[in-house]
C-alpha cells in the first residue's frame, strides 16, 4: 500500500526582491509523498558528465552558447535526472529524458517570451503546428506551416524536436500509440498558451480560472509522460478513461504547478511570470505575499490528501493492475525528484532555504 509519511515535507524560508515591495521574507511548508523509488542524491561528476553530454547536442541547434542557455542546460539535467531515477545516469534513456527536459524549458521559455511580445496569433498558431506536426507525421499541416528564415526560434524548436523524435523511434516499435499521451498534452498546453495570448487574463478572471488554465499550461503530467514513454508504459482505456484517474492527473498537474510557483517565487517574480498563481495573487488580486504563499501552501496539502485517497481507491478499484501500479509509481517519482531539483538549482536560486525533510 502507497503511504504518505506525516514528516515527509518541503519547508523553504528564503527572502524574495520585487521593485514593487522590497525585499520581504515568505516561509511556509508542503507534504510530500514518499515514491517507491527516488534518486536522492547527486554526485558533481553525474551533473557534469550529463552537462557535457547535453552540451554537445544543444550546440548542433545554437550559434553561440549564452548564459541563459547554460543555465536551461543546467536545469534540464539536474530536473531530469531527480524525476527519472528508474534509469543510470549514463544511459541512454537517461540522456534522452535529459534531452527532452531541455527541449520542454526551452520551448516554455522561447513560446512565453513570443507571447508576452505580442506575437501575431497568425504565427503563433503556425508555429505550435508545425512543431506538433513532429509527432503526428502530419504531413499536410508540414508543408502548410513551412517556416520562414525569419522564425528563428520555432525552427530551432522544430529542428530539435524533429532529432529527439528520430531518437525516440529507435527504441519503441509502438511510437505512435505510445506517445500519443505526451502529444495530447502539448497540444492542449499550447491550446492554453493561445487562450493566454488572446484573453491576458487580469483581476476580473476568477482564481478558479486561473487555477484551471495554469494546470493544463503547466505541462507537468505532459513531462511526467516523457518518463512513462521511456519506461514503455501503456494504461488500457477503462483505467486512463476513467473520470477518478483523470482527478488523480488533475491533482499531479496542480501539485507539480503550484509547487513550482511556490518553490520558484523569487525566480518567477523577477522574470514578471504571466503564469504564476502567486504573482497573479499578489498583482490582480492584491493579496499580500506572505497570505498568498500560504493559501497556495493548503491548497497543495488539500489536494495531496485527496490524491492519497483517490490513489488507494482506484488501485482497488482496478485490482492494483501492474501498469496501473507502475505508471503510479512514475508519477510519484517524478513529482518527489520535481520538489528536490529547487535545492541547488541555478535557475532558482534563492537567498534562504528549500529543504526536503524525510
Request: glycine share 4%; proline share 3%.
Amino acid at each position: 500500500m502507497f503511504q504518505i509519511t506525516p514528516q515527509r515535507k518541503v519547508e523553504f524560508d528564503f527572502q524574495v526582491t520585487y521593485n514593487d515591495f522590497g525585499s520581504i521574507k515568505v516561509c511556509g511548508e508542503i507534504p510530500r509523498i514518499k515514491p517507491r523509488t527516488e534518486r536522492k542524491y547527486l554526485t558533481e561528476c553525474d551533473i557534469t558528465f550529463l552537462k557535457i553530454k547535453l552540451e554537445t547536442w544543444v550546440k548542433n541547434f545554437f550559434q553561440i552558447q549564452t548564459e541563459s542557455l547554460s543555465e536551461l542546460i543546467e536545469t534540464a539535467v539536474i530536473f531530469a535526472a531527480f524525476v527519472n531515477p528508474f534509469h543510470e545516469i549514463n544511459s541512454e534513456k537517461m540522456f534522452l529524458a535529459v534531452k527532452m527536459s531541455f527541449w520542454i524549458y526551452y520551448t516554455d521559455d522561447f513560446l512565453e517570451m513570443e507571447i508576452r511580445n505580442g506575437v501575431p496569433l497568425e504565427k503563433l498558431d503556425k508555429g505550435m503546428r508545425k512543431i506538433l506536426s513532429c509527432l503526428n507525421d502530419d504531413k499536410e499541416n508540414l508543408l502548410e506551416d513551412e517556416l520562414r528564415e525569419e522564425d528563428v526560434g520555432f525552427r530551432t524548436t522544430f529542428d530539435m524536436l524533429t532529432d529527439l523524435v528520430f531518437s525516440l523511434k529507435k527504441d519503441n516499435r509502438q511510437f505512435k500509440v505510445n506517445i500519443k499521451p505526451f502529444y495530447i498534452s502539448l497540444k492542449e498546453a499550447f491550446e492554453a498558451m493561445r487562450w493566454y495570448a488572446v484573453a491576458r487574463f487580469e483581476e476580473n478572471i476568477s482564481e478558479e480560472t486561473f487555477k484551471f488554465w495554469r494546470r493544463i499550461v503547466s505541462f507537468f503530467v505532459g513531462t511526467a509522460q516523457v518518463i512513462i514513454f521511456l519506461e514503455d508504459l501503456t494504461l488500457p482505456t477503462n483505467i486512463s478513461n476513467a473520470p477518478s484517474f483523470r482527478r488523480l492527473l488533475d491533482i499531479v498537474n496542480s501539485v507539480g504547478a503550484f509547487g513550482n510557483d511556490l518553490l520558484g517565487i523569487d525566480n518567477e517574480l523577477k522574470r514578471d511570470k504571466p503564469d504564476n498563481w502567486i504573482v497573479f495573487k499578489v498583482f490582480e488580486k492584491k493579496i499580500p505575499l506572505q497570505e498568498a504563499v500560504a493559501q497556495v501552501c493548503n491548497f497543495i496539502t488539500s489536494e495531496i490528501g485527496d490524491y492519497i485517497c483517490l490513489r488507494n481507491s482506484i488501485m482497488e478499484e482496478f485490482s492494483h493492475d501492474a501498469r496501473l501500479v507502475k505508471y503510479i509509481d512514475v508519477l510519484e517519482s517524478f513529482m518527489d525528484g520535481h520538489n528536490r531539483m529547487y535545492e541547488g538549482c541555478t535557475r532558482y536560486k534563492i537567498n534562504g532555504f528549500v529543504r526536503l525533510v524525510d
